[in-house]
């Protein structure tokens, strides 16, 4: 039940773009990412609803397809503050809780 | 920005003791929910509340845990008679509605000795 993500860590330079994909094998409602920082709590970035939308929140972006139940966020023109750990969380259609079902995460190094 | 609020910051119990972490979701929030992420690992979820009463709970939440809305405003996850292994990050969260993101409280670190 718990959704993929892939890759498990990814190290950038400062500029790069990196992808960071979320897999889930039960069809969903909808889909989150967060980031989350040493210590801290995760961050909301944004949410994908299905219909098979894409958000973009300032270079970073994301886009979901409910046929695969798959998301994938996409970084572009990567900063500092980019590094942390991404999240996934998926909501099952069935449920009408707002649970999350998080993926292992992804760990992201952006260096200088 | 609106917060969520969790006391305390860090709890150091003795195994086979009680502790209650509290939260203060965000006012006009109807969500509620506890997490835990043992160092490094996964956010795991626990409980989901709404409505005054829990809506959903994971296969873990009987055996150890409860959770209260005391008065209207503190959310209360209490653990009895901790074990090593709940040594891990709480992390209390809200949101406004189904199809709105989650707000993070800071977490609680608690640590079993």
């Known amino acids: 039940q718990q959704p993929v993500q892939s890759p498990q860590a990814v190290i950038l330079r400062e500029g790069e773009d990196a992808v960071i994909n979320c897999s889930s094998s039960k069809a969903l409602y909808s889909v989150h990412w967060y980031r989350q920082k040493h210590g801290e709590a995760p961050i909301f970035l944004m949410i994908?609803?299905?219909?098979?939308e894409q958000k973009g929140h300032d270079k970073i972006s994301a886009s979901f397809n409910e046929k695969k139940q798959q998301s994938s966020l996409y970084l572009t023109a990567s900063q500092l503050s980019y590094s942390g750990t991404y999240f996934c969380g998926t909501e099952i259609g069935s449920s009408n809780t707002g649970k999350l079902i998080f993926g292992q995460g992804t760990t992201l190094q952006v260096k200088p | 920005e609106p917060e969520v609020t969790q006391t305390p910051s860090h709890q150091v119990t003795q195994m086979g003791q009680e502790v209650i972490l509290r939260c203060v979701p965000i006012?006009?929030?109807?969500?509620f929910y506890w997490y835990r992420q043992i160092l490094g690992q996964k956010v795991e979820f626990l409980v989901s509340?709404?409505?005054?009463?829990?809506?959903?709970k994971s296969e873990i939440f009987d055996d150890q845990f409860s959770v209260e809305r005391p008065d209207g405003s503190n959310f209360t996850l209490k653990i009895r008679s901790t074990k090593l292994e709940d040594s891990a990050m709480y992390f209390c969260?809200?949101?406004?509605?189904?199809?709105?993101?989650?707000?993070f409280g800071s977490g609680t670190r608690l640590t079993v000795v």
């Open positions: 994908l609803l299905k219909g098979g």
């Open positions: 509340f709404y409505n005054n009463e829990i809506s959903e």
């Open positions: 969260a809200s949101s406004e509605k189904r199809g709105r993101g989650y707000t």
């Open positions: 006012s006009n929030h109807l969500y």
